[in-house]
């Protein structure tokens, strides 16, 4: 009964875990690397584990870097099942495709490069044609429903709330008489936020698996974040520009719409136009609502008493590019919500061209913008910026929030891993080694308990709880 850690080590991105027990091999996610397009170089490299022999996949969610290998899982000869939440599928649904589309598209721009330099052709990591096949593999297991996937291994999963779907697996193993019991948290939501529900807590457990993205730090609560971004939205508004939100698509453009939902009346926001201009997020949208289920109690009583926060009387879908074109005539009252994220590609780059150079205008981000994006150079207060080769000066007015995050924060992962009973052996996962060794030593103050923070392709002795030295 083992553990192999191949991915998400001293790291945030890739999680990638392999359970061996008995003589079948579990494997928890398979996401992609992302970040710097040296660490994304790794995605080419070949598995670290044989994919044929995998008996089964348990997918926590969505997010790429969760399942974004999953394609290459199936092309390299993975047949068996990929076990996750039906949100998850709904999801996956969308961003798998979507991951495709981004690698063919790449691997086109590259070739006409070195078509021009004599070399030959590159083949994407994956196509959309892939990602559509890897679909009829995976297999649905609602929240709390106890099942067993394979013999002597059963788990369930339990709301992680960190985007729809998500969730933390529990996993009881058995092996020549002995059981132990293993939690995966996959990525843990914060406490306190609208639309999902906070992360479950779990009671026992022989080894704990714990992200830790914020383990050095804490997040502003709700409460003032939404007061903070009622703000700036009112001195956006004062000023008659436009405001542009670059979100990503999944979670944070839904939180984007529940946040102008619960300020309608108070901002007000009637005499503006609305844009929800992003086709992912516009399906992300759909996926959220058709699992409304899944929210927490107070917006399910939103719901039934102000109808769904995502249907804004001046609210505009904007599916075609066409329609999105046409926004760029309107100098005023805009609130424009578009992708990317960290403002690399996608519709948000031709919202900034008409945008940025105007001081009526308010540039407002929501997300984690990493080194090296544009977002970030924004962010850093760069005075002029390039898009499509023209240089651009920026007169319009750089606002950043940070509360908005889907990651629980240092306190929360105390919280949440002080609910065990009788302190289980942890590994610390999904964090840069400054959170992961932060949250380390806090564990060790609180507890008493030496978390261990494996390296990549360290192994675990599940029933001796104790790292397997290389010798
Ligand atoms: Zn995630």
């Not at 710097?36 to 044929?52: G, H, M, Q």
């Not at 102000?306 to 249907?311: A, D």
């Not at 949250?439 to 790292?467: A, C, G, M, R």
Request: with cysteine; hydrophobic share 40%.
């Amino acid at each position: 009964m083992k553990l192999h850690c191949f991915g998400a080590t001293q790291e945030v991105t890739g999680s990638c875990f392999l359970i061996e027990n008995q003589n079948k091999k579990i494997l928890v996610d398979c996401g992609l690397i992302q970040g710097r397009a040296i660490d994304e170089k790794r995605n080419y490299e070949a598995l670290p584990f044989v994919a044929k022999e995998i008996d089964v996949v348990i997918l926590t969610h969505a997010h790429i870097d969760h399942s974004g290998r999953l394609p290459i899982l199936i092309k390299n000869g993975f047949s068996g099942k990929i076990i996750s939440h039906p949100a998850t599928i709904d999801l996956c649904d969308i961003m798998l495709r979507d991951t495709g589309f981004l690698n063919e598209k790449e691997v086109e721009t590259l070739n006409r490069k070195r078509e021009r330099k004599g070399l030959d052709y590159r083949e994407p990591l994956y196509t959309v044609k892939d990602a559509i096949n890897t679909m009829q593999f995976f297999s649905p297991l609602p929240y709390d429903k106890i099942e067993e996937i394979l013999p002597n291994v059963k788990i369930r999963f339990l709301d992680a709330g960190h985007i729809l779907g998500s969730a933390i697996v529990e996993m009881w193993l058995s092996e020549g008489g002995v059981t132990r019991k293993v939690v995966f948290s996959g990525d843990l939501g914060r406490q306190g936020l609208p639309i999902l529900k906070d992360p479950t807590f779990v009671k026992n457990a022989d080894v704990v698996i714990m992200e830790s993205t914020y383990g050095d730090r804490n997040i502003q609560p709700w409460k003032e974040t939404i007061k903070e971004f009622s703000q700036i939205i009112e001195e956006a508004l004062s000023s008659k520009g436009n405001i542009l939100i670059p979100a990503f698509a999944v979670g944070r453009s839904q939180e984007i719409l529940y946040s102008l939902f619960v300020n309608y009346d108070k901002l007000p926001l009637q005499n503006t136009y609305i844009f929800l201009d992003s086709p992912m997020a516009i399906e992300a949208t759909k996926v959220y609502t058709k699992h409304w289920q899944l929210y927490d109690k107070a917006t399910k009583e939103l719901i039934k008493t102000s109808g769904s926060p995502y249907q804004l009387p001046n609210l505009r879908l904007t599916v075609d590019t066409e329609q999105s074109m046409a926004i760029n005539q309107i100098k005023q009252g805009a609130i424009i919500i578009a992708g990317s994220g960290m403002c690399e590609g996608g519709r948000i780059r031709h919202h900034l061209k008409h945008n940025i150079w105007r001081k009526q205008c308010h540039l407002l981000f929501v997300g984690y913008q990493a080194q090296g994006t544009l977002g970030r150079t924004l962010i850093d207060g760069a005075s002029e910026i390039r898009l499509w080769g023209e240089r651009m000066r920026v007169a319009a007015k750089i606002h950043s929030i940070n509360g908005f995050s889907a990651h629980a924060d240092q306190e929360t992962l105390l919280k949440w891993y002080g609910h065990f009973e009788s302190s289980p052996a942890l590994i610390l996962v999904h964090g840069e080694i400054s959170a992961l060794s932060t949250l380390q030593n806090e564990i060790y103050q609180k507890f008493t308990v030496h978390p261990w923070i494996p390296k990549y392709k360290d192994s675990y002795d599940l029933i001796k709880k104790q790292p397997i030295s290389e010798d």
